[in-house]
């Protein structure tokens, strides 16, 4: 059980849109429809942002949407924002209820 | 609302073995369909999902460290004990407990940083 493969990182100009790949295997997020996306500001627990490949948790804002094609899942931030800089983790269902996360996106916001 | 806290050993030894303790509020480990995960991230580095007991008491581990990894849960007083053996210095590492009700976790606690050092 491989940690899925993300960007090391990612900028983008405020307004502007970014999309953050997330690449497994069919073992993982080819296999099922439970890939989630954590935010993670400095020294701050993880923020679930989307679960179930693109559904949003109430209070998420509409900016933040996932999508999955294959076996590669993607997050993308629309209308980029100063307090979008984070860092940012893809986690999949690995079946047998066992999960693996990203090797996480670092987001700057020039 | 639901609240969860990490507790324990700030420095352990190498070879020792870790105990750590996620007290939580705001919700029941006896509710159906309900779960508590660790997941640690040690400075610097990933996330790396660790372990995930549910409400019946079925437990999970990831695979490249279930045989250091013990989790059980107390329903009486709202806590799920992780337990890692054999500690080594890679383990260094903030470790934090979420709450699981659906295929994610959606509460996680602040964390606590553990480290392994003689």
Not at chain 1, 85 to 103: H, M, N, Q, R, W
Not at chain 2, 8 to 29: A, R, Y
Request: one cysteine or more; charged letters at 15%.
């Amino acid at each position: 059980q491989s940690a899925l493969t993300q960007p090391a990182s990612v900028s983008g100009s405020p307004g502007q849109s970014i999309t953050i790949s997330c690449t497994g295997t069919s073992s993982d997020v080819g296999g099922y429809n439970y890939v989630s996306w954590y935010q993670q500001h400095p020294g701050k627990a993880p923020k679930l942002m989307i679960y179930d490949v693109s559904k949003r948790p109430s209070g998420v804002s509409n900016r933040f949407s996932g999508s999955k094609s294959g076996n590669t899942a993607s997050l993308t931030i629309s209308g980029l924002q100063a307090e979008d800089e984070a860092d940012y983790y893809c986690c999949s269902y690995a079946g047998s209820s066992t999960y693996v996360f990203g090797t996480g996106t670092k987001v700057t916001v020039l | 609302q639901i609240t969860l806290k990490e507790s324990g050993p700030t420095l352990v030894k190498p070879t020792q073995t870790l105990t750590l303790t996620c007290t939580f509020s705001g919700f029941s480990l006896s509710t159906s369909g309900v779960g508590v995960g660790w997941i640690r991230q040690p400075p610097g580095k990933a996330l790396e999902w660790l372990a995930l007991i549910y409400w019946d008491d079925d437990k999970r581990y990831g695979p490249s460290l279930k045989s250091r990894l013990t989790i059980t849960k107390d329903t009486s007083k709202n806590q799920v004990v992780l337990t890692m053996t054999n500690m080594d210095p890679v383990d260094t590492a903030t470790y934090y407990c979420a709450h699981s009700s659906i295929v994610a976790y959606d509460y996680w606690g602040q964390g606590t940083l553990v480290t392994v050092s003689s």
